[in-house]
């Protein structure tokens, strides 16, 4: 008689955090969306000297209705793709930008030398950061809704206009238990 009751006693207390595990599942919702920032560079006047460019813009993950109305509710976020890519580019095909970088909040990643008409013909993505640098950024959208991004570098052998635009793809988990 005893050894049923232990068994009942666990399997009763088995089927109930087993019925808690999937409770809290139940509870648990993804969202996943791209969001963009937008640059238009345009240095129409040949340089002697290279030329430095500064362009800012801000995401704001909120702009998801989904993520607006449960963001005190996130739990985790994960960032699957984020990059640059150089559009529409118009001038000299050896202009190149020096020392680019892309700015986060105070997170500076380096991307290098970009060669923009290069990068617009082979419809290059040029990827933001490495694993540490994209976890921080996601660090940084866990606690702000917001990021300001700043792109930036030594523009030469000018003139080139062009549209850089940033992507970040993520996914955000709420809980709402």
């Known amino acids: 008689m005893k050894t049923i009751v232990k068994y009942v006693l666990v399997s009763t207390l088995f089927l109930a955090f087993a019925s808690c595990e999937e ?21 129409t006047e040949p340089v002697t000297e ?19 109305d449960n963001y005190g509710d996130l739990e985790s976020l ?18 190149v ?5 892309v700015t986060i909040n105070d997170l500076v990643i380096d991307l290098g030398t970009i ?10 993505l040029i990827q933001i ?8 950024v996601a660090s940084m959208l866990m606690n702000s809704s917001t990021i300001d991004m700043t792109f930036s570098g030594m523009m030469d052998n000018t003139p080139a206009t062009f549209t850089v635009e940033g992507t970040l793809s993520l996914t955000a988990t709420f809980d709402v238990l």
């Open 50 to 68: 290279p030329q430095e460019v500064t362009y800012s813009d801000t995401i704001d993950i909120t702009e998801n209705a989904d993520i607006l």
């Open 97 to 101: 930008i020096d020392n680019t970088t």
């Open 23 to 43: 409770a809290d599942e139940l509870t648990e919702f993804d969202v996943s969306d791209t969001f963009n920032a937008s640059w238009d560079v345009n240095v």
């Open 129 to 136: 950061g490495n694993s540490q640098q994209i976890a921080a």
């Open 115 to 124: 060669n923009p008409y290069s990068a617009d013909s082979a419809d290059q």
């Open 78 to 95: 994960v960032i699957h793709e984020f990059y640059i890519e150089i559009k529409d580019f118009d001038g000299n095909e050896d202009a």
